[in-house]
C-alpha cells in the first residue's frame, strides 16, 4: 500500500467518517505510539521506538494544526518505518533536517491522508469550487490543521488546476508545489510582476484572499502567456512571505509544448521539462 493508503485504512479501521473524531493523539495510542508535548530545539518532532512500543516528543506549538500534523508524521514513520529513530522537521516543505527525505516525504503523505482523508476532504474541496485563502482557512478549522498543510492537501488530490507558491520578502520564489495534471509547460516566474496581487500584498500591505482574474502573462514565463487568463489569490505567512494559489484557466490546460522555456529533454515519448 501506499502511504496515503495505510494512513486511511488506519482511520477505516477505527470506523471515523467525520473530521471532528480525528483524535490524532488517540489515534497514534492505538498504533502504540505515546505522544509528549516539549519546548524542543532544533526539530519539531522526535520517534524512539522499542519492540511495539514508540514514544514521539512533539514541539509544543500556538498552532494546534501543526501539532497534530507532527504527530501524524511521525505515526507515519512508526507504522512504516519502525526500527528507525528519527528527528524531523515537518510541514515545511523545503526545511525538512531529516537525512532520509524519501522516508520524510512518505511521512508527510502518511500524515496529510490521516487528518484530510479521502473521503472527508475531497467532497468538501469539490463543493467549495474554486477555493481562495477565506476557503481554504474555513476548510483548515475543520480538519483541524494548518492553513499550508490543507493548501497542500488541495493541490494533492489534483481536482483542480492548481499551483501553490511560496516568493519570500524580497519577492523571490522559494518553492512551488502543483497538482499533478498542471502542464509542466507553465514556467513560474522567480520574481513577483508588479501587477500581481502578491506583488501589491508584499508592498502595500494589501491582501487579495479571494481568487481574482489575471492575464497569465503576469505569473508564467511563456511568450504565449499574454493569450491566456487565469485566477489568483494571496495572503502573508510566516516571516514576511507570501503565499500564493493559482488557479489556471481552461484553455491553459490545452495548450502546446512551448519551446522557449527551461532546460528541454527528449525521449521517445517526447519532451519533458527539466528544472534548471
Known sequence: MTPGQRAEARIAELGITEPRDLDVD?????????????????????????????????????????????????????????????????????????????????????????????SMFNPRVKALGTPGFREVEDLSEVFATSVLATCMRVADINTLPVILACYNARGVLRWRKAAADVPPRWWLRQQLDDDSFAYELLHNGKSHPSPGKQPAEVWFENMDADQ??????????????IMVLLYLGPKMLDARYDPHVGNRKFNQHGPRVARK
Open 26 to 118: 488517540l489515534i497514534a495510542m492505538d498504533a502504540g505510539m505515546e505522544v509528549v508535548y516539549e519546548n524542543l530545539q532544533g526539530c519539531e518532532a522526535t520517534l524512539v521506538g522499542v519492540g511495539n512500543k514508540a514514544i514521539a516528543t512533539v514541539r509544543r506549538s500556538t498552532v494546534r494544526g501543526r501539532e497534530r500534523f507532527s504527530v501524524g508524521h511521525e505515526l507515519g514513520h512508526w507504522d512504516m518505518h519502525r526500527g528507525r529513530a528519527f528527528r524531523c522537521r515537518v510541514d515545511d516543505p523545503d526545511q525538512n533536517w531529516a537525512s532520509d527525505t524519501l522516508l520524510e516525504k512518505e511521512a508527510d503523505t502518511y500524515a496529510s491522508h490521516l487528518l484530510m482523508p479521502t
Open 228 to 241: 491566456y487568463e487565469m485566477l489568483e489569490c494571496c495572503m502573508p505567512s510566516r516571516a514576511g512571505e
